[in-house]
């Protein structure tokens, strides 16, 4: 009984986390100027690092939770790059 | 699903209900990013998904990992404190990015004062 709760509000969550995807990657194509789309771009990894996290609940393995570790790092040095370059126009003064 | 069978019932219903409740905040912070208007208004939207969404989903894999193994799985508070630590960072190199291209071309709507 509780498992089957579990299967079911784990398929829940994906569904949710990949809408919320959309909604992100939807405001990467309209965003009217270049901070929108790297604030969609922020969202997006961070939505995708959750979904990896339910991957990994579901799967019961460890792989998935260090692929997140790594997207949230990456992702975060990713960001500063860009707002950085929108800043100054260059990444390393 | 290997192993999810000797789950708690306990422990499968809080996991449930902590997965649940950090994608419907993650969605409807995402949905706020996509229907917000101005741009100052849509940074505070993604923050639910970062704080509450990412609470919530840590802790759901901690407690459904921990009965598993029966013993504490703490790692993935490595990934909170990185998300909590880096998203306040992020945000204010991007406002002050705005507020530079914003100021540079003076465009109306801009909050604060005005560039000297």
């Known amino acids: 009984m509780s498992i089957a709760l579990l ?6 969550a994906q569904v949710f986390l990949a809408l919320a ?13 270049a901070q929108d789309r790297v604030v969609g ?7 995708a690092m959750l979904l990896l ?4 609940i579901a799967s019961g393995g460890t792989l998935y939770f260090e692929a997140a570790l790594i997207i949230a790092l990456l992702g975060f040095v990713g960001t500063v790059a860009l707002a950085k370059f929108l800043l100054r126009g260059e990444v390393i003064e | ?8 019932a306990w422990a499968a219903l809080v996991t449930a209900i902590l997965l649940v409740v950090g994608a419907t905040m993650t969605l409807i912070g995402s949905l706020g990013l996509l229907r917000l208007n101005s741009f100052y ?3 505070h939207a993604p923050t639910l998904g970062t704080t509450l969404g990412t609470g919530c989903i840590a802790l759901a ?3 459904c990992f921990s009965a598993l193994q029966t013993r504490p799985v703490l790692h993935e508070i490595l990934i909170v404190v990185l998300v909590t630590v880096t998203t306040p960072v992020t945000l204010m190199i991007l406002v002050r990015a705005a507020l530079f291209r914003d100021r540079a071309e003076s465009t109306s709507g801009v909050p604060g004062r005005d560039a000297t």
Do not use: H, K, Q
Request: aromatic content about 6%.
């Open chain 1, 53 to 56: 996290l339910t991957f990994g």
């Open chain 1, 21 to 33: 995807m959309g909604a992100a990657l939807l405001r990467i194509l309209r965003g009217p100027r």
């Open chain 1, 7 to 12: 299967i079911w509000s784990l398929a829940l």
């Open chain 1, 41 to 47: 771009l922020d969202t997006l990894y961070v939505n």
């Open chain 2, 1 to 8: 699903m290997n192993g999810m069978a000797e789950l708690p």
């Open chain 2, 41 to 43: 208004e849509r940074l």
């Open chain 2, 61 to 63: 894999s901690m407690i």
